[in-house]
């Protein structure tokens, strides 16, 4: 018998090889067609049953990516979202039943439904290599794992393992999956077959869980559960974030069974699916692969960067480069001013490649520090990370442009500056575009791809072609001040400020920001930045003197109180963290007051063209200032508010070439 997306074979020693190639795509999603096949591919090996199964990908990369998320967007009711969850519970139910031994051999990403599948299975081999991932990653997309991802994760792993990953939806690599007992081994991908061949007839039973793993799966898990909430509840109120509070309810409660959960109840299917974050977040999801797309249609493959500035910034830039697998000089004035840079190099380093102290030397090796700039001759593309000072930049980029190649992509890392201003010290001012990170470099994913009116699009392809190569996420926006994410934080926390100059106190502006759904209030993160950068960042917007700010800011930074680097700002800063006070009432309204101009400055954006439309300001602004995603961003939050309507031309979803 022949199947469309599945393909059996059968060798002499009676093992049978089910390899998955979902027909039309280039990567293995488990539509609900792949799903009814793999049915009966099971039916028909029941009937003629193997000595043992391997279920491996076909694909040239990845194991499964989950569930079809195509299929997900079409679902339009709760009975609809409840049947698609059915067959799948069904199906590998069905594959955990088979009276023989099968094995999933998984090289490449395995996710959500994919992990669910090899879950199902008795046992699994991680092939170890940089693509090999598993995670059940549904709570990002405001659901749960349906399809019995809650019932045999912690009973393969123990419950406050298998918690963290369903709750957090973090991955693991292939190492680390076998060291928690996700894998049963970890093998090279030249044996990876003859692995799964010996370990698949070996008869070797599944594994068990120790015995205080199964009292905390079984009476022990009011505990467990218990401590749980309590660890959701400090970062995810459920009001915004129900999926969490309803993987931890159905584990503990409905034997993770997401099917036997009553309509009426907060954790139910119906329940989930009702909520508006869900669909926010599958939306987040969409606008997250769109950004993806940005330079996938470009040749450039960039191996050598150099980076000029090795402050803050500059040398945490280089030092991500050089993390992602390119070869990075640093160039600053000195050595000494260089060698914070690889202190903090290493120390990301070692923490990133805590199990593989080799690849940590690796990409602390491929850093070479450069205080005479002798890197610009051999860079592909060469940034510019110094200070705000538009004479400097000009007279850094006339040096860079006699002494670098012809075709190298010249980007500054501005965050106020005009690009046009800055390249007319350039002969050929085409060259320059801008590519701006964000701080900390390491933990936000937005980068800007900035287009100055004289930007070569070639080169602004380049750019946005050299962002996913170190694994960030492009938003191309034009030069303007502040271009989107600067533009959207600077009257947000204006805003916070004068209400600190009304007398309210910076801990209660802050607690009801993050009772929105910030990451971290307005003013803590004033305190973050510096005072003293807010104060040139906000002149550089509005163009204002520094007495149009608000009066408390000023006196602090009159005073050097700068904020976290100096020890004091709005906060006394001691270990790294804000010493607060205790909170109390937040006034009604405080919040919606002080996001109000966020949200009306990336309507602005939008209206000015800095970003093409509101998806991308939408997306721009999650991934550049972690803003709620479960609103769905300030764009969708003002159309679903009734004050843009949802087919504005203004904002309509645009596809860029080469999505």
């Known amino acids: ?106 090289r490449g990403h395995c996710m959500g439904g994919g992990l669910e599948l090899a879950l199902a299975c008795r046992y699994r081999i991680g092939v170890d290599e940089p693509g090999t991932r598993l995670a059940l990653p549904e709570v990002m997309l405001g659901i749960v794992p349906g399809w019995g991802g809650m019932l045999r994760l912690p009973e393969l792993i123990g419950p406050a393992a298998a918690l963290d990953l369903m709750l957090t939806g973090k991955g693991l690599d292939a190492k680390r999956a076998h060291r928690l007992g996700l894998v049963d081994a970890c093998v090279a991908p030249r044996v990876m077959d003859n692995a799964a061949r010996v370990l698949a007839l070996s008869g070797q039973p599944a594994r068990q869980l120790p015995f205080m793993q199964r ?25 915004h974030y129900p ?18 959960v009553p309509a009426s109840s907060p954790s139910s299917l119906e329940a989930i699916f009702r909520s508006p974050t869900a669909k926010n977040l599958v939306r987040v999801f969409f606008l ?30 280089a030092a991500w480069c050089a993390l992602r697998g390119l070869t990075v000089t640093l160039q600053d004035q000195s050595a000494e001013r260089i060698a914070p840079a690889i202190a903090r190099a290493a120390k990301l380093y070692d923490k990133k490649f805590r199990s593989d102290k080799k690849q940590a030397r690796f990409a602390l090796d491929r850093l070479i520090p450069d205080p005479q700039g002798h890197g610009v001759a051999h860079a592909d593309l060469i940034i510019e990370a110094i200070y705000e000072n538009l004479e400097a ?18 980007a500054t890392n501005t965050s106020s500056l005009r690009l046009e201003d800055i390249a007319t010290a350039l002969a050929a001012p085409e060259r320059l575009v801008g590519i701006h990170f964000f701080n900390p470099v390491a933990m936000l994913p937005l980068v800007e791809v900035v287009t100055g009116e004289q930007s070569d699009p070639e080169a602004v392809k380049c750019a946005a072609t050299f962002v996913r190569k170190i694994d960030k996420l492009p938003l191309p926006v034009k030069s303007a001040p502040g271009f989107l994410v600067n533009a959207v934080l ?3 926390m204006l805003e916070a400020l004068r209400c600190v100059d009304e007398g309210i106190a910076p801990e209660t502006i802050d607690a009801a920001l993050v009772a929105y759904g910030m990451p971290i209030g307005p003013v803590e993160l004033v305190d973050t930045v510096g ?30 109180k700068l904020g976290k680097k100096t020890g004091e700002g709005f906060y006394v800063w001691a270990d790294g963290k804000a010493q607060k006070a205790t909170l109390g009432t937040i006034p009604d309204g405080l ?29 721009g602004v999650i991934f550049g200032t972690g803003f709620a995603p479960f609103s769905g961003g300030p764009i969708q939050t003002l159309r679903e508010r009734g004050d843009l309507p949802a087919a504005d031309e203004s904002v309509a979803p645009m596809v860029p070439e080469g999505a």
């Open 243 to 260: 999926a969490p509070y309803a993987i931890i309810d159905i584990w503990a409660n409905y034997g993770g069974n997401a099917l036997a």
């Open 490 to 492: 600077g009257p947000y």
């Open 215 to 239: 009292l905390m799966n079984g009476p022990l898990k009011t505990f467990v559960a218990g401590k749980a909430r309590k660890q959701v509840a400090a970062k995810a109120r459920p009001e």
């Open 531 to 560: 005072l003293d950068i807010a104060v040139a960042a906000g002149k550089a917007l509005t163009g204002s003197e520094a007495s149009a700010a608000p009066r408390g800011l000023m006196q602090r930074v009159e005073a050097g």
């Open 288 to 317: 997250q692969e769109r950004l993806k797309g940005f330079g996938k249609d470009s040749d450039f493959a960039p191996k050598r960067v150099h980076v000029v500035g090795a402050g803050v910034m500059g040398g945490d830039i």
């Open 591 to 619: 919040a919606a007051r002080i996001i109000e101009p966020l949200l009306q400055a990336a309507k602005r954006c939008v209206q000015a063209g800095v970003v093409a439309d509101g998806d991308l300001a939408d997306a």
């Open 1 to 106: 018998m022949t199947y469309k997306h599945w393909r059996l074979r059968r060798e002499d020693e009676g093992l049978a090889w089910l390899d998955f190639d979902a027909a039309g795509s280039s990567t293995n999603t488990l539509s609900a067609e792949a799903l009814d096949e793999l049915s009966r591919v099971l039916s028909a090996l029941a009937s003629q049953p193997p000595k043992a199964l391997v279920i491996a990908s076909a694909k040239p990369a990845g194991f499964i990516a989950g569930a079809n998320i195509e299929e997900f967007t079409q679902i339009d009711s709760a009975e609809a979202a409840r049947a698609l969850v059915k067959r799948g519970w069904e199906v590998m139910n069905q594959l955990a039943a088979v009276r023989f031994p099968t094995l999933a051999l998984i």
């Open 393 to 410: 930049k000009r007279t850094l980029f006339a040096d860079i442009e006699r002494r670098a190649k012809p075709e190298a992509v010249l």
